[in-house]
């Protein structure tokens, strides 16, 4: 079973950031928070993942609270092209944990115009 | 540079018969993992090959196997095939080693089974 919570859905307006919650009350001293994203008919794609700190790139910002329990996924200016089902995941890593990633069902987040 | 290339991208097979899945890893990635996604869920884990080997497996019966090949490409074989195996089948690549820690899946392929 899937280690996370999220909420079903989410909608957001084009432009504005997208705050996606991520509760992980469970996690281990050394698994990571990861985000995926799958864009309907294509595979999942890699968006962000950090163990502790705060994390941004150029999808994304990672926010994960002190305790670890819980973390926020920001878009800072979602787009229509970021409507997708988004996954929020705890693994560790190490050899031949990489691959393997238990999946919940995910966050549906709609940008609308 | 290609990202995982899957093939076929889409097949119907009946009940009872066999198929065989295909992906070509990333550039340089050394390790590939299945998944099946079923209609409105998330990915499932099957198994992970490494070294021409199968490293982890998922909950997943014994008619679902894999073999991966010395360029890293890899099949994925189902035997004996049920309704429920309807679902889309992806593959992810990966590269082994610290800092590396992230899987870059392809787009699937697509089975019914009637």
């Known amino acids: 079973d899937a280690k996370t919570t999220q909420p079903p859905s989410m909608d957001c307006a084009e432009g504005r950031a997208a705050n996606l919650p991520c509760n992980h009350s469970?996690?281990?001293?050394?698994?990571?928070v990861y985000w995926y994203r799958q864009i309907h008919s294509q595979g999942p794609q890699y968006i962000i993942h950090?163990?502790?700190n705060n994390e941004t790139n150029e999808m994304a910002s990672l926010i994960i609270t002190e305790d670890r329990k819980s973390s926020t996924l920001i878009l800072p200016h979602a787009t229509l092209r970021d409507t997708a089902v988004y996954y929020c995941?705890?693994?560790?890593?190490?050899?031949?944990?990489?691959?393997?990633?238990?999946f919940g069902q995910g966050t549906t987040l709609q940008v609308k115009p | 540079d290609a990202g995982v290339t899957q093939s076929p991208t889409h097949l119907i097979k009946t009940r009872g018969q066999q198929v065989t899945l295909r992906c070509s890893p990333k550039?340089?990635?050394?390790?590939v993992s299945w998944y099946q996604q079923a209609l409105g869920q998330g990915p499932q884990f099957i198994f992970q090959?490494?070294?021409?080997?199968?490293?982890q497996r998922g909950n997943f019966p014994d008619r679902f196997s894999g073999h991966q090949y010395p360029n890293y490409s890899s099949e994925l074989n189902v035997n004996a095939l049920l309704l429920g195996d309807s679902a889309l089948y992806l593959c992810?690549?990966?590269?082994?080693?610290?800092?590396?820690?992230?899987?870059?899946f392809g787009s699937g392929t697509q089975l019914s089974v009637l």
């Open positions: 992810a690549s990966s590269l082994v080693g610290r800092g590396k820690e992230k899987l870059f």
């Open positions: 469970t996690i281990s001293g050394n698994e990571y």
């Open positions: 950090g163990l502790k």
């Open positions: 995941i705890v693994t560790v890593h190490g050899s031949g944990n990489t691959g393997k990633l238990i």
């Open positions: 550039s340089g990635h050394d390790t």
């Open positions: 090959y490494y070294e021409e080997e199968e490293r």
